[in-house]
């Protein structure tokens, strides 16, 4: 009986000799596939390693105005650069002569400073030695101011043989004061002055005010020593103004005038004036003028 007919191919025989070769050709593919495992393993390996000491080196990002740029990581994005300025001209050059250096100077030793101890603090005292200290400890008195006019003393007057003056004490503004009343008629000077014997050499100024009536003439302030020194000072065109006029004057710049010699002993003083005189630009005629609170202090 014959079979079917089927439609799968006709099955190869294996003989021995195929089955050998067969066997064959599975050993050299697994060789060869082997073989090309390792070397992919190798080249993927190695591609690992080279990426990563890639990753491992910084960025350098190269600027063309700063070619030694510094290097930035990987991660940061550098900052838009500026363009760059515009190269300024060339400078001529300019040829400087040498100079010699300075000698050395040789700098002097410090000297040793030496580091200040501070004071104790004083002693706490009792009650009954601060009293005590108060009572013997007293700040020394002040030196008191001399009042000329206080003294009541009388002023004499000395005149131009063709003038004419009376000084009358009196008090004005609640001072001692002095009036003098003169007539020039054709003379050119009138004076009164008082006698005192003082050491002025412990004051340094002298102030009084004055005002007047009649014409404007010169006021004179003379203070006049042992030997005869006259030294003082002037105002001219003043003794007829009824407002006061306030003097205060160092004694240092009384100016020497005649008499004597040209130093002024303060020890020996012996007479103070006050004149009313006839100079260039003067009224002369008649006139009153009132001097209060002549003070040395």
């Known amino acids: 009986m014959s079979s079917a007919p089927s439609d799968l191919q006709p099955q190869k025989i294996f003989t021995a000799r195929r089955r050998r070769a067969i066997l064959s050709f599975r050993r050299k593919g697994d060789v060869v596939w082997f073989v090309a495992s390792i070397g992919l393993f190798i080249a993927g390996f190695t591609s690992l390693a080279y990426t990563l000491l890639q990753l491992r080196r910084p960025l350098v990002i190269a600027r063309p105005s700063d070619p030694a740029a510094a290097p930035l990581a990987p991660d940061v994005v550098p900052h838009p650069v500026a363009p760059a300025a515009p190269a300024a001209p060339p400078v001529a050059e300019v040829s400087v002569t040498p100079v010699a250096p300075a000698p050395a100077v040789e700098a ?11 004071a104790p603090p004083p002693a706490k005292r009792s009650r009954a030695e601060r009293r005590e200290a108060a009572r013997t400890e007293a700040p020394a008195p002040r030196t008191r101011a001399y009042a000329l006019l206080d003294d009541k003393a009388t002023a004499q007057v000395l005149f131009d043989k063709n003038a004419r003056i009376t000084a009358t004490a009196l008090t004005a503004v609640g001072e001692p004061a002095l009036r003098l009343d003169y007539d020039f008629q054709r003379g050119e000077w009138v004076q009164a002055f008082l006698n005192i014997k003082q050491d002025l050499g412990k004051y340094t100024r002298v102030q009084f005010a004055f005002n007047g ?55 020996r003083v012996r007479q103070i004036y006050f004149a009313v005189s006839r100079k260039n630009g003067d009224e002369g005629g008649k006139g009153r003028v009132v001097i209060r609170g002549v003070t040395f202090s």
């Open 213 to 267: 009536e009649g014409g404007n003439n010169t006021l004179e302030f003379k203070i006049v020593d042992a030997d005869g020194s006259n030294f003082g000072a002037t105002w001219t065109h003043r003794t007829g103004r009824s407002a006061w006029t306030v003097v205060d004057v160092p004694l240092t710049e009384l100016a020497y005038l005649w008499g004597g010699d040209n130093r002024m002993d303060w020890s």
């Open 108 to 118: 002097e030793p410090e000297t040793p400073v030496e580091a200040e101890v501070p």
